[in-house]
């Protein structure tokens, strides 16, 4: 099955922007779409696993640690992490690759740190 994302509440739009401006076909929801705002960290774990999406998160200070703690107990679709530091063309490039290159069951329980 192809990887479906789903930004957290604190990714800059200006990634998701750019990621489906250069892929039409890519399916993106966008946190406001799935209602993230003012959700915990393991509500929107549970949110992303619940819609089978990966999630795309700046989030590398308390999400590690919470999805450590979710997938003790339950199966996450996972999480990429990218640096607020990582430019916005870099960001969007590498979901691209992610997309186009891999399988949503390779990203199940994994949190991976961009750029890849």
Do not use: Y
């Amino acid at each position: 099955m192809k990887v479906r994302f789903l930004a957290d509440a604190n990714l800059d739009a200006r990634i998701v922007d750019g990621v489906c401006r250069r892929e039409s076909l890519l399916d993106f929801q966008t946190a406001h779409e799935a209602a993230l705002t003012g959700k915990s960290d393991i509500e929107v774990l549970e949110i992303a696993a619940s819609a089978g999406r990966l999630l795309v998160t700046h989030d590398h200070h308390t999400k590690p640690a919470i999805f450590g703690q979710f997938v003790s107990g339950r199966h996450s679709s996972g999480v990429l992490l990218v640096p607020k530091r990582l430019g916005i063309k870099i960001a969007v490039e590498d979901l691209l690759l992610v997309w186009s290159a891999s399988e949503a069951e390779e990203w199940s329980d994994r949190i991976v740190f961009l750029p890849l």
